[in-house]
Nanobody
Framework: QVQLVESGGGLVQPGGSLRLSCAAS????????MAWYRQAPGKQRELVAF???????TYAGTVKGRFTISRDNAKNTVYLQMNSLKPEDTAIYYC??????????????WGQGTQVTVSS
């Protein structure tokens, strides 16, 4: 069994900052790529940031320069530092990880999401 649990969401004023965390637990052999997605009401899920096993990153154009994705392999955790937040960033944020379980093949896993609301 593998679980991804997000934390760090909440209500913040425009221009503020939040740091999201997503910790993976269970019988994990290795974690390859990790990513953050978000989905606002009435909109499709979109990729926010991606980080490879080697540490290379990719960002959506709407967040580039404001968000930073990072990972701590020792803790099986991925982070999303969000600065200069805008109301348009309001959404449920989901973490995703490509995980190989002990004694099994790779597979994609998703967290349950954490709400981020940016409002004055």
């Amino acid at each position: 069994q593998v679980q991804l649990v997000e934390s760090g969401g909440g209500l913040v004023q425009p221009g503020g900052s939040l740091r999201l965390s997503c910790a993976a637990s269970g019988t994990i052999f290795s974690i390859n790529a990790m990513a953050w997605y978000r989905q606002a009401p009435g909109k499709q899920r979109e990729l926010v940031a991606f980080i490879s096993s080697g540490g290379s990153t990719t960002y959506a154009g709407t967040v580039k320069g404001r968000f930073t994705i990072s990972r701590d392999n020792a803790k099986n955790t991925v982070y999303l530092q969000m600065n200069s937040l805008k109301p348009e960033d309001t959404a449920i944020y989901y973490c995703n990880a490509d995980i190989r379980r002990t004694g099994a093949q790779r597979g994609d896993y998703w967290g349950q999401g954490t709400q981020v609301t940016v409002s004055s």
